[in-house]
């Protein structure tokens, strides 16, 4: 599980392809729910990639 704060790298990203590859910080307080469909709010992935939705299969702590 991540928490609030922690930095990871995407390893994939079905909600943005283009963040592939990049870090970013987890945003989510708590686990993710029905809201995120089960997903982790990434952000700071890039200059022109806003936040991201993604999995935590898609996720690795880096």
Do not use: K, N
Not at 42 to 59: K, M
């Amino acid at each position: 599980m991540f928490q609030a704060g922690d930095r990871v790298r995407i390893v994939s990203c079905e909600d943005d392809p283009r963040a592939a590859g990049r870090t970013g910080r987890i945003v989510d307080e708590v686990p993710p729910g029905p809201l995120t469909e089960g997903r982790w709010i990434v952000h700071g992935i890039g200059l022109l990639i806003g936040p991201a939705l993604c999995h935590t299969s898609e996720l690795r702590p880096a």
